[in-house]
T-cell receptor
Framework: EPEVTQTPSHQVTQMGQEVILRCVPI?????FYWYRQILGQKVEFLVS????????KSEIFDDQFSVERPDGSNFTLKIRSTKLEDSAMYFC??????????FGDGTRLSIL | SQQGEEDPQALSIQEGENATMNCSYK?????LQWYRQNSGRGLVHLIL?????REKHSGRLRVTLDTSKKSSSLLITASRAADTASYFC???????????FGTGTRLQVFP
C-alpha cells in the first residue's frame, strides 16, 4: 500500500540553526499538509498546500516557517531559525481528495 | 473553539474484550475520522464517517456519529494485544480541510 515517507526520522539541531524536514507524499495525491505534536500534547495543524501554494496556515506557522514542493515528488518544511519550543514530532500528510489524510511516521525534531 | 475531546483518557482491557472510546466536538463538522498512533510512530487512518452518516463498519471497528449531540464513538470488538495504541478523533469543517485532533485515548490490551 502506498505510504507517505518522511526523512530524517530524528533531527537534532542547535537553537538558531535552520532545519529542513523532508516528505515524499503518496504519488497521485494533490493536497499536502504539515502537522506537529509537542510531547504529550494534541496534534496541531501547521499548513496546507495545494496547486503549488499555501491554501491555509495556522497561527503557529509564522515567518520562520516555509514550505516548498521543489519537484514532483518532495514536499519540505523549513524552519529558518529554530527555537527550543520548536522541539516536537512533525508529521507530513497527503490526500487525493482532501479527506482522508494519510500521515507519515514523522520526524522527531530536538532543538538543543 | 473547534476542539475534540475524548474519553476515557486511558483504557485497559483484556484481550477478547471490546473497547469503546468517545469523542465530542463543539461545532458542525464535515467529516469525522479516527486515527491510531502506536508509541512514537505516525498516525494511521482507520475510518472516516461523513456528517450525514450515522454508523460505519470496517472489520472489527464500528464508528457511530450523533451530530445532535456532537459526539462519536469508536468500538473495537474482540480486542487484541496489537490494538494497544493511542486513538484520536479528528474533525474537518466545510470551509477548511485542516484536521482538528482530539486529546486521544490510550488503549492498553493485556494478553
Amino acid at each position: 500500500e502506498p505510504e507517505v515517507t518522511q526523512t530524517p526520522s530524528h533531527q537534532v539541531t542547535q537553537m538558531g540553526q535552520e532545519v529542513i524536514l523532508r516528505c515524499v507524499p503518496i504519488s497521485n495525491h494533490l493536497y499536502f499538509y504539515w502537522y506537529r505534536q509537542i510531547l504529550g500534547q494534541k496534534v496541531e495543524f501547521l499548513v496546507s498546500f495545494y496547486n503549488n501554494e499555501i491554501s491555509e496556515k495556522s497561527e503557529i506557522f509564522d515567518d520562520q516557517f516555509s514550505v516548498e514542493r521543489p519537484d514532483g515528488s518532495n514536499f519540505t518544511l523549513k524552519i529558518r531559525s529554530t527555537k527550543l519550543e520548536d522541539s516536537a514530532m512533525y508529521f507530513c500528510a497527503s490526500s487525493g481528495t482532501k479527506q482522508p489524510q494519510h500521515f507519515g511516521d514523522g520526524t522527531r525534531l530536538s532543538i538543543l | 473553539s473547534q476542539q475534540g475531546e475524548e474519553d476515557p483518557q486511558a483504557l485497559s482491557i483484556q484481550e477478547g474484550e471490546n473497547a469503546t472510546m468517545n469523542c465530542s466536538y463543539k461545532t458542525s463538522i464535515n467529516n469525522l475520522q479516527w486515527y491510531r498512533q502506536n508509541s512514537g510512530r505516525g498516525l494511521v487512518h482507520l475510518i472516516l464517517i461523513r456528517s450525514n452518516e450515522r454508523e460505519k463498519h470496517s472489520g472489527r471497528l464500528r464508528v457511530t456519529l450523533d451530530t445532535s449531540k456532537k459526539s462519536s464513538s469508536l468500538l473495537i470488538t474482540a480486542s487484541r494485544a496489537a490494538d494497544t495504541a493511542s486513538y484520536f478523533c479528528a474533525t474537518d469543517f466545510y470551509n477548511t480541510d485542516k484536521l482538528i485532533f482530539g486529546t486521544g485515548t490510550r488503549l492498553q490490551v493485556f494478553p
